[in-house]
């Protein structure tokens, strides 16, 4: 995973010192490479000991480490799309974010489920899934349905939303719905910067560009699943 992509899946614990640092290095990655810790320190007028601690935040060992992803960015080697997507997929995959929102589902009532199309299925699995671990669950195939099991739940209920793009209309309607309600909201989405993630308390991301043939949506589906399946076997072992 490269740093600009580290950055977006950390969000929720850097600082606006650390935004800087990172716009910096994503600004100058030749330059960086080249320097030590302490250069780039002197640089940011900063102290190496807070670059230290962006390393660690965003999942590298160290500066070091860091400075080792940027030269392999710069010799990224090309490999079969779909392997591709399965190991961007494992690299956003953050447990410490998956923990909290397994432990937040399992203090909700009742937790509702709403994707649209091709991620529709999905919600039936994750569904079970959280049924499989004790929850009260229901996922919904029509969007009047959805509306109105929202209309009557409390803020004690979550809604869990799917969406390839994070911007499917109907999600986002009843994601709106949801907030008026204050009814916590978790979204998967692909890895990007979308109404969806925006909107929502707690979110996770796979990687599937969207890809069309023949004006069909033929994204790949196997970075969902596998996104659902970590979850699930965290909040199982969730108590």
Known sequence: MNLKDRAHKYEYKLNDTDDQIIDYILANQSTVIETSIQSLAKSLYTVPNTITRLSKKLGYDGFSQLKNSLKEEQAVQEENAAQFNIRKTVDLLDDEMLSKIAKKVKQSGHVYLFGVGDTAP?????????????????????????????????????LFL???????????????L?????????????????????????????YSPKRMM?????????PVMLALQHFSNIFWETT
Not at 139 to 156: P, S
Not at 214 to 222: A, G, L, M, W
């Open 214 to 222: 023949e004006n069909y949506n033929i994204s790949d589906k196997t």
């Open 162 to 176: 799917i969406s390839m793009s994070g911007e499917t209309e109907q999600i986002i309607e009843i994601a709106e």
């Open 122 to 158: 999905f919600c039936e699995i994750m569904s079970t899934h959280f049924k499989i671990g004790g929850m009260t669950s229901e996922f919904f195939l029509h969007r009047h349905d959805a509306v109105y099991a929202i209309n009557h739940a409390n803020k004690q209920d979550m």
């Open 178 to 206: 949801a907030k008026e309600k204050g009814i916590s909201i978790v979204s998967l989405t692909h890895f990007s910067s979308n109404s969806l993630e925006k909107m929502a308390d707690y979110r996770f991301f796979f």
